[in-house]
């Protein structure tokens, strides 16, 4: 197998998709908004720093999937795409997943952000392998846990070997914004890092990785 991994947020897009969607929910009215919001921040300035307890964070934005049922979920996700997301997709990114698929790689999104959130944005962008921290459901309902491993960083590790499931890897690559993600990124044989943050850029520098600016394209 020769395997392209993608991370999503500000890699695939320009927002972070979790984030966004707790900017969402406040935005419709569906959560209190001085606590949601005050929450999802401090969530977010953790990640940037490197320091978030990824089941911490994912307890808290689970917790608005157990009190609702799948059809709600889906028809506010199907709003989310519309007015958030699809604004933000990079066409370099919808162009380099093509470019891998002509060359016949296997394509898999891998993200710290849920599966909930997370998986039909991949699906937009053609990626039907997606690896991304587990909303636990029991009897199709949402328990509010984080199922197994939170695919976060070294985590993605963890998530990465147990989707392959022993299958042989000749030739890797990855990309990915985030200094989150150096685990991934010193796997592969060929990483790539997009529109960087300050502590990967300074690595990238030291690696000699290619560093890709898509900050000022969307589709």
Not at 104 to 121: L, Q, Y
């Amino acid at each position: 197998m020769k395997l392209a991994l993608f991370d999503l947020d500000h890699t695939l897009i320009d927002t972070d998709s979790d984030h966004s969607w707790g900017e969402f929910l406040v935005t419709a009215g569906l959560v209190d908004e001085t606590y949601h919001r005050q929450m999802n921040d401090k969530f977010y300035e953790d990640y940037k720093a490197g320091c978030l307890d990824p089941i911490a964070y994912n307890e808290f934005v689970f917790e608005f999937l157990t009190k609702n049922n799948h059809d709600t979920l889906q028809i506010l996700h199907a709003r989310f795409m519309q007015d958030v997301i699809r604004p933000m997709m990079r066409k370099e990114g919808f162009e380099k997943i093509e470019y891998h698929k002509q060359q016949g790689h296997e394509i898999v999104g891998i993200t710290a952000t849920s599966d909930f959130i997370t998986t039909p944005i991949f699906h937009e962008f053609g990626i039907t392998n997606v690896i991304a921290t587990t909303a636990e459901q029991n009897n199709g309902i949402y328990t509010g846990k984080v199922e197994g491993t939170p695919c976060f960083q070294d985590g993605k590790l963890v998530r990465l070997k147990q989707w392959l499931d022993g299958q042989e890897v000749t030739e890797s690559w990855a990309y990915s914004d985030s200094f989150n993600d150096r685990f991934l990124l010193e796997y592969v044989d060929h990483a790539t890092v997009v529109t960087p943050d300050d502590k990967l850029t300074q690595l990238a520098q030291q690696k000699g990785w290619p560093i890709l600016d898509w900050s000022i394209s969307v589709k």
